[in-house]
Structures are given as C-alpha cells and as structure tokens.
C-alpha cells in the first residue's frame, strides 16, 4: 500500500530550512548615504574698490649695531633688551689690562725717544758753535745734524704710538653714537669678543615703520604712492597714516610675500616698538569673486572650494587661484563662475560627491 503524503511533508519542511538559510545571509538593510548640512554662499563678481588690511609690526626705520673695534674679553654690559640709550652712553666694557700696559709701554718709549733728542740737540749745538769758530770739522757738523734728526723721528714716532695706545684703550668701552632703544643682544659678560661683533642692536629714535608681509598679487595691484592707514590691533583708535617707503626686491623663499615698510607720519607714542598693527588700503577695480576665506579648502596643495550642484545637492572640489587674501575673506580670480553655490562651513568634513543639506545661501 502507498504512503501518498510523506512526500509533500518533507518538501515543506526543506522549504522552511531553505527560508531561514536565506533570511540569515541577507543581513540588515544597507544604511541610507549621510547628509551632512552646510552653509552656503552664492559667488557674486567683485566690483572692486574695496578695502583691504594686512597684519604687521613697528619697527624702527633704522637700526644700528654696536661692536668693539678691538678684540678682548668683556666684563660688563650696562643696557638690556628694551633699554633706552642716549649718545655718548657707554653700554659695554673689555677688560683693560692689556691696552694699560701697551699705553705705558708707549709712553715710556716716547720719553726715551725724548732724552735721546735732547742729548741729540745739545750735541748739535755744540758743533755749531765750534765750526762757527773753526774748532770742529764740517763731517761732525754734519754728523750731530743728523743725529738729531733721527732723535726727533724717533719722538714723532713714539708719540704717534702713544695716541694709538690711548685710542685703543678707549675703545674698551663701547659708547653709544644715536639715541635709541635697544632691540637685540649679541654677547654675554665673560665671552672673548672680536672686532665687529654686535654687542647690541639698537633701533634709532628717529623714525618708524609699519612693516607687512604682502601677498604678490596684492603688491602688483596696489595703486602708485598709495596712502596707508595704519592702527593699533588691540586698540584700533590708535591711528596714523604713512606711506610705502621701501618694497623688497625678492620675495621670501618661505612664504613668497615681500616686506614692505611703510613710514609712519607722526606716530602716537602708543606705537612702540613690536606692536601688532593693521594696515588698510583701497584698491581700484578688481577682476575676481570674493569668497569667505571660510570657504578654501585643499586640493593637491593648492587652494580650492566645495561647489555644490543644485540639481543632486552633492559637493565637488575645485581648484581655484587666488588674487588675494586677508584674514576673512578672499578674492578668487580663476575657477568660479557667478551664481554658482560653496560650501562656507564644514568643508573639512566633507567627500567628493557627498549629499548635504543647505542650511543657508547668502552673499
């Protein structure tokens, strides 16, 4: 006899391993892609005329180095960093020992010198007086003359060896020759210094300048003999206005921006010496977008911006070239078009064709 219905009880029974087996290998759901919010700003064409501001320091228009002009151990430095010094103060010391002792020996050689020309000069008076009376011959006239020239060569000598002696040891002490204030030593007490070695440096009295490092394009752009507005960073109703006074010829290997000086017409004592100061400048008309300075990113070490498409509301990067910069916000020359969307914040977070959420479009 048949057993019609095992047959089907079995195959229901695999049926419900097969499902299990499966509903086990398939694993959760995939993770919906994060939306990250960022704010935005839409690029507008700069229409120039704007002003601009870099970050510098006072300094002095000139500044001097101090040195011996003879070598020697120095036993004593009476000005500090941030000392005031006038003309004629002295601000170091050598030990004397060995210029006393070249001045005394000079000084004994010159009064050995002049008791030879004296003994010299009385010998010529002599023959003089006998060969007027025809007691001496003309050889020994002629003899003493000599001598006593030699005698009186030998004095010149001697005291021109003596006033190098004095000069010398009067340059064991360094004097100052301008009224200043000094910025920099060179040398302790107790170091064996050679000639021409700064002691100290010290920043003239006379004149000040705001010094700026300036980006390249800024400099090509910049109007002729433009007027520079110049106050204090921490106090900005510390004010005063100069003008360029020196550019220089070579861009740093560094950070490629050149020093320019600017000279201060009238500073207000509250510019001392190393105080932070902004400089601002208005510039003509200048092709380019300016952009929060929020908004560069990196893209093979050149700077960049996140530009957002619309349509997908995804990010891409894109290099752009700068004009110029300052510490909020930068003029792009190259690699924007109007209208178009950055990302101005939270752009370290973000991945190449990333979804975001726009919290907010501006200029």
Known sequence: ??????????????????????????????????????????VERSTGGEVVSLTGTVQAETEVNLAFRIDGRMVERLVNVGDAVRAGQVVARLNRDNEENNLRAARATLTAARGQLTEAANNYWRQSELLRDGWTTRVR??????????????????????????????????????DGRVTQRGAEPGEVVQPGRMIVQVA???????????????????????????SLTSDPAVRATGRVREVAPRADAVTGTFQVRV??????????????VT???????????????????RADRQPAVWVVDPRTETVALR??????????????GQGLEPGEIIVTAGVQALRAGQKVRLLGAGR
């Open 1 to 42: 006899m048949t057993q019609p219905r095992t047959l089907p009880r079995a195959t229901t029974a695999l049926a419900m391993v097969l499902g299990l087996i499966a509903a086990c290998d398939s694993g959760p759901p995939p993770a919906a892609p994060e939306i990250r919010p960022v704010r935005v700003a839409t």
């Open 141 to 178: 006239y002629d003899q003493a003359a000599q001598a006593r020239q030699t005698a009186q060569a030998a004095v010149d000598a001697a005291q021109a060896q003596v006033g190098i002696a004095e000069t010398r040891l009067s340059y064991t002490e360094l004097v100052s020759d301008v």
């Open 204 to 230: 003239r009295d006379e004149g000040r300048d705001a010094v700026f490092d300036v980006p390249p394009a800024l400099k090509d752009q910049a109007p002729a003999n433009p007027v520079i507005d110049v």
């Open 263 to 276: 000279g201060l017409a009238n500073p207000p004592a509250a510019m001392r010496l190393g105080s932070t």
């Open 279 to 297: 400089g601002r400048m208005t510039l003509g008309a200048t092709a380019g977008f300016a952009i929060p300075a929020s908004a560069l990113a």
């Open 319 to 332: 290099s752009v070239e700068l004009v110029r910069h300052d510490a909020g916000h930068v003029v792009v």
